[in-house]
């Protein structure tokens, strides 16, 4: 059964403190966006204790219009790309007046809404910086923090690292030749059309962020060109006038080319760029994560945005595209995706060369006890469910009531499970991370039921 279906209503709240138990491991929670407070809810709820440190001085991480940690990408028309009963948490589902997709204040509001709901706030320290993230001499963890109160280490059996994935800038690498006379901004930068008003506004990338600022920028901007090096297949929000992912939704247990077949489906439904002057992708529907736009393919038909191929040079006032045709410029927007990093955990330890780092269930490096990794992956669909479904199975490792099979077996699984997911999509630092949602949830609902026999034989 899809995940969509197996939501239950909202449980009741939680209305008095949850005693800690002090039998169990102590953790350490890094971020309080949503991966972050879906981690800290099952800590809390579980009674283990735990800190939770935040950089910013507000829940909701990405969702924080202008958020004090500088990290987030949100801009002030963000709406969400997966409809609401599909983002929500399993057991908060979001408000039922919101639209199918909700805007980012509608979804900050919620995940407000999910920290009161279940009484952890008071577990959450703002306005901190984690530092540094070390083993420590005796198998457990030192983690250095420094905010208000100064610098201090605290020793913790475990961390649980959340601090998203969309954060940290890509730019191109190396950069185009020729020089540019005009402004450059990541993505990560855009806030408001305010930023395009009047302009010559080029726009790289063929993400859903991409679109969106195209789609902005072409009521705003005197012109607007949009440079894809390689066309996406783009999906429409709605199908029969219901959230295309909703409907007929298969089972998780299903071999990957059933959802790969819903996504043709909607595809193909949704109809070919070709016609908007934009190349035929060179990859199958499915073999990419899905982008979606309601209004991309108007915009193009009404002449409101030139679509263009890769970008050759930069030439002071204008970009000079590989087919040689050029687009006056005065803003360049480089809606290039993201670098996965951790800037409190050492190289040497771990890093995500080129956004790839193979994990066992996409949250357990084998070699590191104790170090989990929560919202680390990029589904077809929302990360929430999926970050919650993990919060809640490392919970009830640290509780003693999961035991994980032998280190063999999680590295034979692990190796596998990279090999799989990676091989379903061109090979692009976008799709390291990538799963598939109703799989990934059947998947580790599975594993969790054998560990949890483990642990009471």
Sequence with gaps: MAYLVKQSHRVPAVTAPVPV?????????IGAGSSGIAAAKNLYLSGIGFDCFELGSDIGGTWVFD???????????????????????????????????????????????????????????FDTT???????????????????????TRTYDAVLVANGHHWDPRWPEPAYPGTFDGEQIHAHDHRSGDQLEGRDVVVVGAGNSAMDIVVESSFRARTTTWSVRRTEWVLRKFFLGRPSDQGLLPPGWVPWWVTALRLRIGALTAGSMTTYGLPAPSHKPGQSHPVQSERIRERLAAGAVTARPAIERL???????VDGSTAPADLIVWATGYKVSF???????????????????????????????????????????????????????????YVPPSDSVIRRQMAAEHERDTQQFYASPRHTMEVDFDHYLWDLGRELKKGRARASS
């Design 67 to 125: 958020n004090s940690n500088g990290q987030s990408a949100c801009y002030d028309s963000l709406e969400i790309n997966t409809s609401c009963p599909r983002m929500a948490y399993s057991d908060f589902p979001m408000p039922e007046d919101y639209p199918p997709y909700a805007r980012h204040d509608q979804v900050h509001a919620y995940f407000e809404q999910y920290v009161e709901h279940f009484g952890f706030r008071h577990t959450i320290t």
């Design 315 to 321: 030439e002071g006032d204008r970009v000079v595209f």
């Design 343 to 401: 800037p409190f955990l050492a190289p040497e330890l771990i890093a995500a060369r080129d956004n790839d780092l193979p994990l066992w269930k996409r949250a357990v490096h084998p070699g590191l006890p104790g170090l989990y990794f929560v919202g680390l992956l990029q589904p077809i669909g929302a990360v929430m469910p999926l970050a919650e479904a993990q919060a809640k199975w490392i919970a009830e490792t640290l509780a003693g009531d």
């Design 130 to 152: 984690v530092e540094d993230v070390s083993p420590s001499a005796d198998g457990r963890w030192d983690v250095r923090i420094s905010g208000p109160g100064g610098t201090e």
């Design 21 to 29: 138990d002090d039998s169990l491991p102590r953790a350490c929670v």
